[in-house]
DNA sequence: AAAACATACATTTTT
DNA sequence: TGTATGTTTT
């Protein structure tokens, strides 16, 4: 095996063959992901059984693919490589007496874990005008992370808040309990408390491993911590590897003091540290070094590189967020022009909210993008329905899930019905399935309501006889609910789309089925509840890549745009009142930076539209703490007095268009083009499509094309290339 | 049960 | 401003 190529023999040493403690703080794009793998692989190498040794990593994706490289290394498979989360999981579900569930537990998600607030809250009368539900989940969220139970909440609670929260917290976790569930938060909870608290759960897993890992420690939470240290103690193989400067979770727990007292935890631990970065150019670095040298709270740290040359970084002042996006595509295209491919060019943001106006002009212009995050896929409606009959297959005490689908389709189940069930299964103390298994015996439910539930049960029965790969029972959920046949009657916008996503979502589960031959419903349904966000992402794609600069975490690209560089914004309003909290939008900003591989463009508008009314917005603080003479300052977009001609002539013309101007339908269609509804199409990116509506008159003729396998675009004439076939 | 209409709320960041 | 959710109407 190769030596490792950054660092010094010394530390290499260390990586590869040192037992005991072990910190890495390495820098950004110092190699740090090729250190830990390669510590991995030679561990194997050394004789360490795979199943002995586990590897934390901080995504799904980042897991898969440590585990590919490790074998691709080593030859062997059977390491461990999970997030903590997927980790906990497993674990969890091998001890599930111990934590009073049944193996089959569900995982819920934020959103259902915020109904089962809403359900609480309401449970114990408490107003949700006052306390809202996601302030009282925040709460308890939080609670959790700090390890801290009901009880204990309840007896320090300082506030009114607090106390209303504590009871909250307590039915809560009664109600999570009833419906064998588990929220994300539990999965850490309940792994630290037995790890530190239950002999026959600490002993097997103290065993279980020889050599602990884990990545991304500066992100880790109070919970997070106790794992790693309960998993390690036996052994004491614990390696740990981060950088302090790039911790962005503080908001949902993570401490930093964790890297930071690492060797107070462990004064043997021996320490590298990787401070020279392959990744950037000498600009970039040094703006990246003078941003993050105006924090306080850091271990002391340069980052250097050798790369030479390099060009500024550049940077755009435009007048709103549609002139910066503007200014961004153009030199998108500039960049495109020169030779650059689409697939090395990403653009970040602070919030989400942000990509909408990206995206419009992306589509404007049929350029190639993908977004990373948005409404997730898992997130979406048809999705969660359809994902609802499996969870209720898998454990029927799942009530979130069965109040779900108990009417949708719509089977005749209406507010009267469901009532009478609830009110029925909660009087005997059981799910609500039973309720409409047992609905013959249930007074109030006269011959009508009668007979919607008697359907809804031999549904459930038939979907419970199905066999099979995953594909094929989510296939039959889709049809024989009749999900598929209400969505095509319905004429719906959105139905067709809807259509396509749970065409998706059979094709997905299809490949889950060959990726995991021996995979079952209930683990499918587990690795569905905990894919992140980035976990979607594929490159390769040739597209540009857009997201928030969280996502943007651990990865890199050649060109990088970061945008929305504004005093509230990015710093975040609501991080700017405390030091820590700009600390933290600081080291994002640092985060951003280096992403970047050979150019660096940032930006920020003079005003944004934010909640409807035009906000105006200084230049973030940020942008000042860079060395003047690393930057450049590029011409503001439309400053150029616009070629004479009406506006609509100017050359991108890129504004959306208002309503006030939506006539333009009525207008007389110009012949010129030729291009009429029904003509077949070729496109440059898109391929083969057919035009389905064409409005807009001028350079604002706009045509719905239809794409195989991709969907309906809306295209400018003026700039999508479009060939008559 | 669908459609039309009205209102509220959002914008940190996510496993 | 846009979307998501709730309410009233057919």
Redesign the pocket.
């Known amino acids: 095996m190769g030596i490792l190529d950054n660092c010094t023999p010394a530390q290499a040493e260390a990586i590869t063959h040192a037992d005991g403690p072990l910190l890495v703080v390495a820098g950004a794009g110092s190699g740090k992901t090729r250190v830990i793998t390669r510590r991995v692989a030679c561990l194997v190498e050394r004789g360490v059984p795979p199943y002995r040794i586990l590897a934390i990593t901080?995504?799904?994706k980042a897991a898969g693919e440590m585990q590919e490289r490790v074998h691709q290394l080593v030859q062997k498979g059977g390491v461990w490589v999970s997030?903590?989360?997927?980790m906990c999981a497993r674990m969890l579900r091998q001890f599930a007496d111990a934590i009073g569930r049944r193996r089959n537990f569900t995982i819920y998600?934020?959103a259902d874990s915020l109904s089962a607030v809403k359900a609480s809250m309401k449970d114990l009368e408490i107003d949700t005008?006052h306390w809202?539900p996601?302030a009282v989940q925040a709460a308890i969220?939080n609670a959790k992370n700090e390890l801290i139970a009901p009880d204990d909440y309840e007896s320090r609670a300082a506030s009114y808040f607090e106390r209303v929260a504590a009871k909250v917290y307590r039915r809560y976790q009664e109600r999570l309990a009833q419906n064998q569930a588990l929220d994300?938060?539990d999965l850490l909870l309940h792994a630290a408390r037995l790890l530190s608290q239950e002999t026959a759960f600490r002993d097997y897993w103290q065993n279980r491993f020889s050599h602990v890992l884990i990545d991304e420690y500066q992100d880790t939470n109070h919970a997070q911590y106790v794992i790693a240290k309960e998993l390690a103690a036996r052994h004491r193989n614990i390696c740990a590897t981060g950088d302090p400067d790039q911790s962005?979770?503080g908001?949902?727990g993570a401490d930093i003091r964790n890297i930071l007292q690492f060797v107070g935890e462990y004064p043997d631990a021996k320490v590298v540290r990787l401070e020279e970065n392959f990744r950037s150019t000498k600009p970039i670095i040094q703006a990246a070094e003078s941003v993050i040298a105006n924090n306080t709270e850091r271990l002391d740290r340069a980052l250097y590189t050798s790369r030479e040359g390099g060009s500024p970084l550049r940077m755009f002042a435009a007048p709103d967020e549609e002139a910066e996006a503007e200014a961004i595509v153009g030199q998108i295209r500039k960049l495109a022009a020169q030779g650059r491919r689409y697939g090395d060019i990403a653009i970040f943001y602070?919030?989400?909210?942000q990509s909408?106006t990206f995206e419009h002009i992306f589509q404007l212009l049929a350029l190639p993008y993908a977004i990373v995050?948005t409404?997730?896929f898992y997130n979406r409606?048809e999705i969660k329905d359809i994902l609802a009959y499996l969870r209720v297959l898998v454990n029927d005490a799942d009530d979130v899930s069965m109040s779900r689908i108990i009417?949708v389709p719509?089977?005749?189940i209406?507010e009267q019905t469901v009532a009478a069930l609830s009110r029925w299964a909660a009087g005997q103390r059981v799910p609500l399935i039973e309720a409409i298994r047992r609905s013959p015996e249930i007074p109030d439910l006269a011959g009508r309501a009668g007979k919607a539930v008697d359907k809804l049960r031999s549904l459930l029965d038939a979907l419970a006889q199905v066999r099979g790969p995953v594909a094929k029972i989510i296939d039959q959920a889709i049809k024989r609910s009749g999900y598929i046949d209400?969505h095509k009657?319905?004429?719906?916008e959105s139905s067709e789309e809807r259509a396509e996503n749970l065409g998706e979502l059979v094709t997905a589960a299809a490949r889950y089925d060959e990726r995991t031959p021996d995979g079952t419903l209930e683990a499918y349904l587990e690795e569905v509840a905990?894919v992140?966000?980035?976990?979607e992402y594929q490159d390769g794609d040739n597209r540009v890549t857009l997201?928030?600069v969280?996502?943007a975490k651990g990865l890199e690209f050649p060109v990088v745009f970061i945008t929305g560089l504004e005093e509230g914004l990015f710093p975040?309003?609501?991080?700017m009142e405390s030091p820590s909290?700009v600390e933290?939008e600081r080291r994002?900003f640092y985060v951003a930076i280096t992403r970047a591989k050979d150019e660096l463009f940032i930006s920020h508008a003079g005003a944004r539209?934010?909640?409807?009314l035009i906000t105006p917005a200084m230049p973030s603080r940020f942008v000042e703490e860079i060395p003047p003479d690393v930057i450049e300052h590029l011409p503001l977009f439309g400053q150029a007095p616009p070629p004479a001609g009406r506006e609509d002539e100017r050359p991108p013309v890129l504004r959306?268009p208002r309503?006030e101007e939506a006539p333009e339908a009525e207008e007389p269609a110009p012949p010129e083009k030729g291009i009429e509804a029904g003509q077949k199409v070729r496109h440059p990116t898109f391929g083969l499509g057919e035009v389905v509506e064409l409005t807009g008159a001028g350079s604002r003729r706009t045509a719905l094309v239809r794409f195989k396998g991709i969907g309906i675009k809306r295209l400018l004439l003026e700039y999508a290339k479009l060939e008559k076939v």
Do not use: C
Not at 350 to 353: D, K, L, S
Not at 572 to 575: L, V
């Open positions: 901080f995504t799904n997030t903590f989360h997927s998600d934020a005008e809202t996601s969220s994300f938060d962005i979770y908001w949902r602070r919030t989400n909210f909408r995050g409404v997730e409606r009417n719509p089977r005749g209406g209400w009657a319905s004429r719906d905990l992140s966000q980035i976990d997201m928030t969280h996502a975040h309003q609501n991080a909290g933290e994002l539209m934010r909640f409807g959306k309503r």
